[in-house]
């Protein structure tokens, strides 16, 4: 049978690049979220796959200073030393 889209022929080959887009920014608002900058990769993660963090951000809010002052009061009152 013969595919039909509403967007046409162009709109299904734009498809994967734009669901990509999409999970990107839901990945970079939600590390902006937890006050993890997305466009820094750690050493002991690999970001967003294969290199996200080499392109840019985004996320759809500021990165958030509130996660990092909820672990510093939680593991200040545990006594633990890992964040």
Same mark, same amino acid.
């Given at each position: 049978?013969? @595919?039909?889209?509403?967007?046409?022929?162009? /709109? =299904?080959?734009? =498809?994967? $690049?734009? #669901?990509? @887009?999409?999970?990107? *920014?839901?990945? &970079?608002?939600?590390? @902006?979220?937890?006050?993890?900058?997305?466009?820094?990769?750690?050493? &002991?993660?690999?970001? $967003?796959? *294969?290199? /996200? @963090?080499?392109?840019?951000? %985004?996320? =759809?809010?500021?990165?958030?200073?509130?996660?990092?002052?909820?672990?510093?009061? %939680? #593991? *200040?009152? #545990?006594? *633990? !030393? !890992?964040?």
């Amino acid at each position: 049978g013969v @595919a039909r889209s509403p967007v046409g022929v162009y /709109g =299904l080959l734009a =498809l994967p $690049f734009c #669901t990509l @887009a999409m999970e990107k *920014s839901i990945y &970079d608002t939600v590390q @902006a979220w937890q006050g993890i900058n997305p466009n820094v990769r750690p050493k &002991d993660r690999g970001g $967003f796959p *294969s290199g /996200g @963090a080499n392109l840019p951000s %985004f996320s =759809l809010i500021p990165i958030q200073n509130r996660h990092r002052e909820l672990v510093k009061r %939680f #593991t *200040s009152q #545990t006594g *633990s !030393t !890992t964040s």
